[in-house]
């Protein structure tokens, strides 16, 4: 059964400073991994999509890493601001079950980027 | 813009008061997912449409329904709704054809019960 952990929990850093937010997982025949974005009260936001095929997306001050062999994957932020707090989620979708295999979640890290 | 659209936003019922959540997509994608979130969890998948096919999770009550009259509305029923449903419901659409599967999540209702 895959299991999806991100390390850590809950992360605070002053304004400016690059991070990185780590998601694992238990079984490695992932069809794709998803970054998700979650404000306070609101739904999720898709940040990036890496294909198991693929090493990493970029897009702006995000990048996410993907390394299927050891069930791992990064988010970096650079230059982080005040907007960027919020709860980051990573998601696989597994690459059995067909078209209509489910994401399965992590259990999020909560990010406070103080002023 | 396209997109995946939840009304009400904040929906308050009584207890045993059945109510119905709306989702509505302009992506024309075939997949139309149900989530339940509870506070600083994270989402819980309820059931999803694969085209007209509907697809229970085991651990879902049989409290919670689901109806997809067309490919871009689907809405969830709670027939008798308990203080533990309160929660937040997030529908996702995405495509199951091509490359990506990249799915997409409404904006919630956030579920009240009194």
């Known amino acids: 059964k895959q299991e999806v952990t991100q390390i850590p929990a809950a992360l605070s850093v002053p304004e400016g400073e690059n991070l990185v937010l780590n998601c694992s997982f238990t079984?490695?025949?992932?069809?794709?991994l998803q970054w998700f974005r979650q404000d306070p009260g609101k739904g999720l936001t898709s940040l990036l999509l890496?294909?198991?095929?693929?090493r990493e997306q970029t897009s702006g001050r995000l990048n996410a890493s993907l390394d299927k062999s050891s069930g791992r994957s990064t988010l970096y932020i650079a230059a982080s601001q005040p907007g960027d707090s919020a709860t980051y989620l990573c998601?696989?979708?597994?690459?059995?079950?067909?078209?209509?295999?489910?994401?399965?979640f992590g259990t999020g890290t909560l990010l406070a980027v103080q002023p | 813009d396209a997109m995946v659209i939840q009304n009400p936003r904040y929906q308050v019922t009584q207890f045993g008061k059945p109510v119905t959540l709306s989702c509505s997509q302009t992506?024309?994608?075939?997949?139309m997912y149900w989530y339940q979130q509870k506070s600083s969890q994270a989402p819980k998948l309820l059931f999803h449409?694969?085209?007209?096919?509907?697809?229970n999770e085991a651990d879902t009550p049989d409290n919670f329904q689901s109806r997809r009259p067309n490919t871009s509305f689907c809405f969830l029923d709670i027939r008798s709704p308990g203080l533990g449903d309160a929660a937040m419901y997030l529908c996702?659409?995405?495509?199951?054809?091509?490359?990506?599967?990249?799915?997409?999540f409404g904006p919630g209702t956030r579920l009240t019960v009194t």
């Open positions: 996702a659409t995405r495509r199951s054809t091509g490359q990506a599967y990249e799915q997409y």
């Open positions: 079984d490695s025949a992932i069809y794709n």
């Open positions: 890496i294909q198991s095929s693929q």
């Open positions: 998601a696989v979708r597994m690459n059995y079950g067909g078209a209509t295999n489910k994401l399965i």
């Open positions: 992506l024309n994608h075939n997949v």
């Open positions: 449409y694969y085209d007209k096919d509907f697809n």
